[in-house]
């Protein structure tokens, strides 16, 4: 009988605990598309209208809705090109200048 009892509450304690388990908090991703959702609902987007800026949203997670983001080797690379053509370099000496930004460390 105590063998019994036992074994009932351990698997009721079991119960409990898997029970909280499968409620975890959201993730990022699902922050961000819960946020994006809420956006596009607020807009009153529907249709095709609605699945781009969702699309756009969920992929720039790091910048406003429509903004394209940058990686930072995109954004490196962006700043060293604007520096050539600052400077007017063309052919071998934008490529030299090009590959020594490049590899430059902030």
Same mark, same amino acid.
């Given at each position: ?18 029970? =909280? ?7 990022? =991703? =699902?922050?961000?598309?819960? +946020?994006?959702?809420?956006?596009? +609902? ?32 995109? =954004? ?19 490529? +030299? ?10």
């Amino acid at each position: 009988m105590k063998t019994y009892l036992l074994v009932t509450l351990l698997s009721g304690a079991f119960a409990v605990a898997s029970a =909280q388990a499968a409620e975890p908090s959201q993730t990022p =991703q =699902q922050q961000r598309m819960t +946020t994006c959702n809420q956006q596009a +609902t607020s807009q009153a987007l529907k249709g095709d209208a609605r699945k781009t800026y969702m699309s756009d949203c969920l992929k720039n997670a790091s910048s406003k809705p429509g903004e394209k983001s940058l990686t930072p080797q995109q =954004q490196r690379m962006r700043e060293c090109s604007n520096q050539a053509t600052q400077q007017s370099l063309k052919g071998a000496d934008r490529s +030299t200048f090009m590959s020594g930004c490049l590899k430059k460390k902030e």
